[in-house]
């Protein structure tokens, strides 16, 4: 057994009284109630000192009962040499309640909501295991189920104190049947706005070290738009399996799940990566410096476009595209611009020519304008 908050907190005014704890308990009691309000154990103690005075805050009914229901489910199989530590005199009203009752509704929401959607053709497994990567990993949202999908998933699994109480009291076949269909509905929508054709051209881009996610977004978009074949990223740029996905598909529009993306840890990386699987690229630089050149005065390596015609003449003529290399376009950080270490290594460095006071333009809006008038030497628009 393990002594409730208010216990703790007794203790936390009369220090002598601390001996009758185990640490363990005092040390997950303030690490839960860390994390939970995002705090610092200083600060969180401080609450437990003054709470007494304010039991009916949120806060204090947050610290007193999730965050210590988690302590309790943690340590419920309490061996008993270590409950030999407690005080033989304490009542039973300072001992908390057990959470089987808890863990055993869950099993049974689980349960019943896997039932049903097996039943409608859902991979269950899989669609458990992509919650369980949405707030574990970095991988983002499983794009066999979208984002909205996973949310219900995980909403009716494990609701949020505030929604225990409607759902505990629903019959669980109903809830898990409304759910699953809920599920259902969510995922075949997100499947139905994914393209099922799409032409691309051999055009990357690489970010490195972008910071905004909402220009990220926006050159999602630039990128699908254009046919470009991947987009890499580096360092501290946002993605739509890491950092920053949700903010980054505000601005996208979806075009986050359309381009294939890689993300590497540094610049150099993803270089490497280009050296080595597109060794006929030809790596372009967007900066403005010395050695920079008008972007219309490049001419740029890639894909040609050839007339295919039917056995009927009378048709209209078909193209298909021909690649003899490529072009990948590095655009760097909105403040220090593309990494200077790797400015050298690249083939070229173009610049937009400017006649105002600015001497550059957003990072979002620069990337169309060259993706672009590549594509346009490369007769795309014929």
Request: hydrophobic letters at 35%.
């Amino acid at each position: 057994m393990i002594q409730p908050a208010a216990a703790i907190v007794t203790a936390f005014r009369a220090p002598m009284q601390l001996a009758s704890f185990p640490i363990h308990v005092i040390v997950n009691s303030l690490m839960i109630g860390c994390t939970s309000t995002g705090r610092g154990p200083m600060r969180v103690v401080a609450s437990l000192l003054i709470a007494p005075h304010h039991s009916s805050s949120p806060k204090w009914k947050c610290i007193q009962g999730r965050n210590h229901d988690i302590v309790r489910s943690r340590y419920a199989h309490t061996s008993s040499s270590q409950s030999q530590h407690f005080q033989e005199g304490t009542s039973t009203e300072d001992f908390v309640t057990p959470v089987a009752g808890k863990d055993e509704s869950r099993e049974n929401r689980k349960h019943a909501l896997h039932l049903r959607l097996q039943q409608l053709g859902i991979d269950a497994d899989a669609l458990a295991d992509a919650a369980f990567r949405s707030v574990a990993t970095t991988d983002g949202f499983d794009q066999r189920f979208g984002k909205s999908a996973i949310k219900a998933y995980r909403t009716y699994i494990d609701p949020r104190p505030s929604k225990m109480g409607v759902i505990s009291r629903e019959c669980v076949d109903v809830g898990a049947n409304r759910i699953a269909r809920q599920i259902d509905f969510l995922a075949k929508r997100h499947r139905s706005h994914e393209p099922k054709d799409r032409k691309t051209f051999p055009l990357i881009l690489v970010l490195d070290n972008v910071r905004s996610a909402a220009n990220v977004g926006s050159i999602y978009r630039s990128a699908d738009a254009c046919g470009c074949l991947e987009i890499l990223t580096t360092g501290i740029t946002p993605h739509p399996h890491g950092n920053g996905a949700e903010k980054l598909s505000k601005s996208a529009l979806g075009a986050e799940r359309v381009v294939p993306t890689l993300h590497f840890d540094t610049t150099q990386q993803a270089l490497e990566y280009l050296r080595r699987n597109r060794p006929n690229f030809m790596l372009v630089a967007m900066e403005t410096t010395e050695r920079s050149k008008c972007y219309t005065d490049i001419k740029y390596p890639g894909a040609t476009f050839v007339s295919v015609h039917s056995g009927d003449t009378n048709s209209n003529s078909e193209y298909c595209v021909v690649s003899t290399g490529g072009v990948a376009l590095f655009l760097g950080n909105e403040v220090s611009g593309v990494d200077t270490e790797i400015m050298p290594l690249l083939d070229e460095v173009v610049e937009i020519p400017m006649f105002g006071k600015k001497n550059s333009l957003n990072v979002a809006s620069c990337a169309p304008v060259v993706m672009y008038e590549v594509l346009r030497q490369w007769g795309a628009f014929a």
